[in-house]
Nanobody, 124 residues
Framework: QVQLVESGGGLVQAGGSLRLSCEAS????????MGWFRQAPGKEREFVAT????????NYGDSVKGRFTISRAYRANTMYLQMNSLTAEDTAVYYC?????????????????WGQGTQVTVSS
């Protein structure tokens, strides 16, 4: 089985930064795609960013481009999301996910494994 554990969420003021981590354990991730999604209260889950585990290619949702950066530490089986210039609209539960699909994807249905989520709250 695969486990994904997020950490790094919390309360931050608007304009501030946070870095989320997602540690993967269980099966190896030699060629899987990883992603971050978020869900704000009363809204559907939204794609944030995705990265190929081996190649390092990335893609971002329009609302976070230029502010968020996704990365991974391959040997540590850990993925990160650096979030800068945060606004109240970034307040949400952030989830990391893993997909066996080869190549980047922003579709929830392509992701098989999900973490439990970490809360990010941005005060204005």
């Amino acid at each position: 089985q695969v486990q994904l554990v997020e950490s790094g969420g919390g309360l931050v003021q608007a304009g501030g930064s946070l870095r989320l981590s997602c540690e993967a354990s269980g099966r190896t991730f030699g060629s899987v795609t990883m992603g971050w999604f978020r869900q704000a209260p009363g809204k559907e889950r939204e794609f944030v960013a995705t990265i190929t585990w081996s190649g390092g290619s990335t893609n971002y949702g329009d609302s976070v481009k230029g502010r968020f950066t996704i990365s991974r530490a391959y040997r540590a089986n850990t993925m990160y999301l650096q979030m800068n210039s945060l606004t109240a609209e970034d307040t949400a539960v952030y989830y990391c996910a893993a997909s066996w699909r080869v190549g980047l994807t922003d579709r929830e249905d392509d992701y098989t494994y999900w973490g439990q989520g970490t809360q990010v709250t941005v005060s204005s």
